[in-house]
């Protein structure tokens, strides 16, 4: 289950709902999950609350399996937002949905999500790359893999390496991306930056950032499709599809005319 990112009232009805129903409560940090249950006045009632993360080992794991398996419900919280977003549950819902036990999920706030939503940056296709390495030559490589997609990148960063981030997109790929960095989501100084790489890493340069921030950036630039482009990627495109779903595939890739594409490959096609 989902809980909020910031401000407590973010917490859904059917949120509440499972905590004050589920006959077990599992918790990345149990404090922060009895804390909210006060501030919404669910009582425990005496029911277990059980640590877990991704670390906790495989006693730890089969514990809660043999739970489910005796029939009891379970809910499970991560510190904050959506669980397995860059934090815990991943290895417990695996080992749930291998398991063939039930297991269904009450969604609610996820910073990405909140983000996107504010930043103005396309939201039609988006990757979610979670924390970049922290050591600067890690980061450079994730960052250059990361370059060519189409698509809104979204990161989680911690404060203090913001500025070192910043840099970083903007030297790999290239200082002219628009970006944003959403701070404190939610929260009494939410605040939402918009600029260039380039910008945004000259501004948080200035400043000492403090709190929670996502950072976002544009799609690269696609560079003009050529004759050439357009028959490099039919080439590929007709190893494993039809002439015209190669033809309607390239044409919205490259964003050409599928008319012009689809000539190109039937001549191809016929070569
Ligand atoms: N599971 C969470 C989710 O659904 O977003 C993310 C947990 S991750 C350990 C924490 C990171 O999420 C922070 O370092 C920050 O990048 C981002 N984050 C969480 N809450 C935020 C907020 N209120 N404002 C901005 N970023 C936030």
Known sequence: MSTPIGSARDITLRALDVLAGADVLVAE??????????????????????????HSGEVQMQRLLGLLAEGKSLAYASEAGTPLISDPGFELARAVAAAGLPMSAAPGPCAAICALTLSGLPSD??????????????????????????????????????????????????????????????????????????????????????????????????????EESIAAALDTALQSMSVKDAASFVSQDLNVSRKIVYRIALARSQG
């Open 29 to 54: 940090d149990t404090r922060t999950l009895r804390h909210l249950m006060e501030i919404h006045g669910i009582p425990l009632n005496g029911r277990q609350v059980i640590a877990y993360h991704d």
């Open 125 to 226: 296709r988006f990757l979610f790359a979670g924390f970049p390495p922290s050591a600067q030559g890690a980061r450079r490589t994730f960052l250059e893999d990361l370059a060519p997609i189409q698509a809104t990148l979204i990161l989680y960063e911690s404060p203090k390496r913001l500025a070192a981030l910043l840099t970083d997109m903007a030297a790999t790929l290239g200082g002219s991306r628009q970006a944003v960095v959403c701070r404190e989501l939610t929260k009494r100084f939410e605040e939402v930056l918009r600029g260039s790489l380039t910008d945004l890493a000259a501004q948080i340069e200035r400043r000492e950032i403090k709190g929670e921030v996502v950072v976002l950036v544009d799609r690269a630039a696609r560079t003009e499709a050529t």
